[in-house]
């Protein structure tokens, strides 16, 4: 895109325009940095850059015609700025949302854990078995809200055990607190 622009007429000298994309560039480079905070500022930042080096570079060959250099320089600022924030949130962000994966499987399976301990006693109560029987998987499918046995979101197997023990579950640190008097 070679723009070539007139010469000025002598005696009246034009007035320079504000470069649309410089403007588009600044907008753009606030908008990244404003919504960098809630994670969608990702979505401006490049565009926010390119408008910006696109727009000083029509600006300078311009001879005069635009203006709006500082709003351009400005823009890519903001964008390479937003830019660094991101690379520096990446690191610290993803340990955590895998450490709250981690943590919100492990909370499923107790409650889990909790649902078959549950089923266990009641299946102990209205047949009559006593501490030390142990139930079966089907035993218990009948005490559960949708018919099935419970799983393990971290892919882990359960053990029911017998009644009076707590059930477990084959991953580490998902087992159910125990409780004393």
Not at 93 to 103: L, M, Q, S
Not at 115 to 125: S, T, V, Y
């Amino acid at each position: 895109m070679n723009e070539n622009f007139p010469p000025p007429l002598p005696g009246n000298p034009p007035q320079p325009k504000t470069s649309g994309l410089a403007i588009l560039s600044l907008v753009l480079g606030i908008l990244s940095v404003a919504l960098g905070i809630v994670c969608i500022g990702f979505i401006f930042t490049i565009p926010a850059i390119i408008c910006g080096h696109i727009a000083l570079s029509k600006i300078e060959r311009s001879g005069g015609a635009l203006e709006g250099r500082g709003l351009a320089i400005a823009g890519f600022v903001t964008g390479y700025a937003s830019l660094a924030l991101i690379l520096l949130m990446v690191p610290i962000a993803i340990p955590n949302f895998v450490k709250a994966r981690e943590t919100s499987m492990m909370n499923a399976c107790i409650n889990n854990l909790r649902q078959i301990d549950a089923a266990k006693n009641e299946w102990a109560l209205e047949h009559g078995k006593k501490p030390g029987d142990v139930p079966t998987a089907q035993d218990l499918t009948p005490y559960f809200k949708n018919g099935a046995f419970p799983t393990c979101p971290a892919g882990g197997t359960y053990t029911i055990g017998p009644v009076g023990e707590n059930p477990t579950c084959s991953v580490p640190r998902h087992k159910l607190p125990q409780y004393g008097l």
